[in-house]
């Protein structure tokens, strides 16, 4: 047994073997030990855990501070949470429970993990482009006069595989870094050769490393371990590294499995010359060559230390390391190993190598030498602090509705107007929002709060079109103080920003209030990663605008249709269309009160309180002008519009039919009244501003019946003044499922109107009319189904 002062590297490498061996038990355990009670494969990924160990452990035992934020590859999540444990941040049964419900999750989860997560990773490829973007969002946050100067910088740090770089958000992404100078920021490459279901294209290292380098970041090779290193300088090692460096993929990953035996054989066959090469590897038992060629430099741990303790940050780094993926385990280099598990016998195997005691499995130091100077050296790790990562920042106090007055407008231009107002305040809020757009700033009119709070830039830059005295109404200035980070035409990264930035006071200890604008039809380009900043529970307001074949002039490719559902199915989106400014104002006011309520109680149940815990928004807005409705906002109007749903025209008793729409169609619905006879007392108006909020109430007080309660959802007491004899028409510029279901809440009979065909161009009216959404069909639908009363 070893004895005396463990060094740092000793003590690494100890911890990764322990690491490697719980990663691989947890995955073993869950699969073939724990009871498996419907037959669905469990499943886990113990050759990329093993890749990843050596990189993992030395991040996180020697290298990271508690300001670092890492992205975790997402096969790589068993060894994650291995590390997690040995630091005390992770209990051993939520090890025992990996993949289990309530256990540890399967890839890395900010929102379902209980230990340490500070990216959510599991769509490939999201994980690694985000860490850019926090990185992008913290030098913004860094940049204010208002932000805190105690707070450390940290590196924003990713962790993927090399097949993830088959995912085009990445090269997005890159370009997207080199326009706004990222830095601190680095990527390391798990650069073990194979994806799922293979070995990866011979030559991929030239690409990746020419494709980083154009785009200005450092590209760092870990190819060679100590070890290695030490053989080259032997008599005979040039011939040697330049075997290896020659070596196909698919022969060194295939004789890695077959073990060291192969190795001599293949070795002595190509370079042996019975000189200084031959005596080179005889010099080493089977044993010992197969260790020298698995020490790649993504496995040796002072190499790794080596070349991390180097790196700057003031240009972003990428670390190509050379690893072995089943590295340290019987899977090692098998071309199958992906998804493959080790049987009992290779886990029986490893188990001996690892010295672990039968019924000892999860013990923390079991098999390993010193204990307690490796609980010693645990307890100096700088990263292994207790304090929590998740940092706090303050709510900022909302500033009421700003109404735009009463005129004839679209709701578009009234977001320009109210985001305008808010802009000339000079208020907290104002202070704190920071917008966003892919390349659509000025046609979701963004325009007027640029040009009064300016665009984001580390330096100043000057708008050149005013220096030489050029008309333009854009007044384009970059700077330290500006509040807009301008992006290139790519949804993904505009969500990818949303989430960095609506993650601001949990990272980074100051609190933002992310504005994102987009076209509608172009929120599904997007939707992985809006999927994902929600997943992760970022906040944010996402402006979707123009919506509908309202659009009626630029055809079926930019008007949307599916858009409404989507707002409603998405998790942690709270979704909007409303028709009048007055509406939109109350909402953006509330908003901005919702994305800032507290999301950590937030427990993981169908009907988790919404308004409790808050989440992000989404407003569907129009360029269609409509006239405006004169009224006065009182709480009633404001409570109802928040709540989804109020009436334009209430029921009498004699009600026989309601026109049920959502959004700019509340013209269409209002004229179908007044054709119907709208000062008679049988046509009821609904003004429904979310379909999300009203479904997500009525399936909530649902669920609260079943278990015993009297819950009245908010539609359901609208609805509950109409007699059951009247009949109900729905009317969206989107697909008609979006109300098609408020026939279901009381059982009243219903024709849902709604565009279910891709749009094409004309004038408004002529579309309208084409997909029977227009006053005359609405006002058909109500005669067809009042006759059948």
């Not at 619905?669 to 501003?689: E, K, N, P």
Request: aromatic share 8%; net charge negative; with cysteine.
């Amino acid at each position: 047994m070893t004895t005396g002062k463990m060094g740092r590297v000793e003590a690494i490498e100890a911890l990764t073997r322990k690491s490697l061996w719980l990663a691989s038990w947890m995955v073993h355990h869950a699969n073939h030990i724990r009871p498996n009670v419907d037959g669905v494969k469990v499943g886990g990924h113990q050759a990329s855990s093993a890749s990843m160990a050596a990189l993992l452990a030395t991040l996180y035992f020697g290298i990271l501070k508690p300001q670092d934020r890492v992205a975790v590859k997402p096969h790589a999540a068993p060894v994650f949470h291995a590390i997690q444990y040995l630091m005390g941040r992770q209990t051993r049964q939520k090890l025992i429970d990996f993949r289990a419900f309530g256990g540890a999750q399967s890839y890395p989860s900010r929102t379902k993990d209980t230990d340490d997560v500070d990216f959510s990773t599991g769509s490939v490829g999201l994980g690694v482009a985000f860490s850019a973007f926090a990185s992008m969002v913290q030098d913004y946050v860094r940049a204010k006069d208002w932000a805190r100067k105690d707070s450390l910088e940290g590196r924003m740090i990713a962790l993927a595989g090399d097949a993830e770089l088959d995912e085009g958000n990445i090269y997005e992404c890159l370009l997207e870094g080199w326009k706004h100078g990222l830095r601190n920021c680095w990527w390391i490459i798990d650069y073990n050769r194979q994806s799922l279901d293979g070995v990866v294209r011979e030559g991929l290292y030239d690409r990746i490393e020419a494709i980083f380098t154009a785009f200005g970041w450092t590209v760092v090779t870990l190819k060679y371990g100590a070890l290695q290193r030490a053989a080259f300088a032997e008599p005979g090692g040039d011939r040697l590294k330049a075997w290896i460096d020659a070596c196909p993929n698919a022969l060194y990953s295939a004789l890695m499995f077959r073990g060291g035996g192969a190795w001599r054989e293949r070795l002595n066959d190509e370079i042996g010359d019975q000189g200084d090469v031959s005596a080179l590897l005889a010099r080493r038992s089977d044993d010992d060559l197969a260790a020298l060629m698995a020490n790649l430099g993504g496995h040796c741990v002072a190499s790794l230390l080596e070349q991390f303790e180097a790196a700057g940050s003031d240009r972003p780094t990428v670390f190509i390391a050379y690893t072995v993926k089943g590295w340290g385990t019987p899977l090692a280099g098998h071309k199958d190993n992906h998804a493959g598990q080790m049987t009992s016998a290779q886990i029986a195997q490893l188990q001996d190598e690892h010295r672990i005691r039968t019924g000892h499995e999860w013990d923390l130091f079991e098999g390993l030498d010193q204990p307690e100077q490796l609980q010693a050296f645990l307890d100096t790790v700088p990263f292994n602090t207790m304090a929590s990562r998740r940092l706090t920042s303050p709510a900022v106090p909302t500033i009421g509705p700003q109404f735009v007055g009463t005129g004839p407008t679209s709701t578009q231009a009234a977001f320009g107007k109210i985001l305008d107002a808010i802009a000339r305040t000079d208020s907290e809020l104002a202070r704190r929002i920071v917008t966003t757009s892919p390349d659509v700033t000025v046609s979701t009119n963004l325009g007027a709060w640029v040009n009064r709070r300016n665009l984001f830039a580390p330096q100043e830059m000057a708008d050149l079109f005013q220096r030489e005295a050029i008309p333009s109404t854009q007044k384009w200035r970059f700077g330290p103080d500006g509040q807009h980070m301008e992006l290139g035409i790519t949804e993904m990264n505009l969500f990818l920003m949303l989430g960095a930035a609506g993650l601001s006071h949990s990272l980074f200890g100051e609190r933002l209030l992310p504005i994102g604008t987009l076209y509608d039809p172009f929120i599904a380009r997007g939707l992985d990663a809006l999927n994902y900043a929600c997943y992760q529970d970022a906040r944010f307001l996402l402006v979707a605008t123009p919506s509908g074949v309202s659009l009626a002039g630029e055809g079926g490719a930019h008007q949307s249709i599916s858009s409404p559902l989507i707002g409603m199915a998405q998790d942690g989106l709270a979704s909007f269309e409303p028709a009048f400014a007055d509406e939109l104002a109350i909402i953006i006011d509330w908003a901005f009160d919702y994305i800032q309520r507290s999301g950590d109680a937030r427990p993981d149940l169908a009907d988790w309180p919404r308004d409790l815990t808050g989440g992000s928004v989404y407003l569907r807005l129009s360029t269609r002008s409509i006239d405006q409705v004169p009224r006065d906002v009182n709480c009633l109007l404001t409570n109802s519009v928040i709540g989804g749903a109020y009436w334009l025209k209430a029921p009498t008793p004699e009600c026989e039919v309601v026109i049920a729409y959502q959004g700019v169609l509340a013209s269409e619905a209002i004229a179908a009244a007044a054709r119907l006879g709208g000062d008679r007392r049988s046509v009821a108006i609904l003004a429904v501003t979310s379909a999300d909020r009203l479904n997500a109430g009525w399936q909530a007080a649902q669920r609260s019946r079943l278990h015993g309660d009297k819950a009245l959802s908010h539609i359901e007491k609208l609805l509950s003044d109409i007699p059951h004899r009247a009949g109900m028409v729905t009317a969206i510029d989107a697909h008609p499922a979006t109300l098609g279901w408020l026939g279901s809440v009381l059982g009243h009979r219903t024709i849902a109107l709604g565009v279910e065909h891709f749009g094409q161009t004309g004038t408004v009216h002529d579309l309208y009319r084409h997909f029977e959404i227009d006053a005359q069909a609405i006002a058909t639908a109500c005669r067809t189904i009042t006759s059948k009363t």
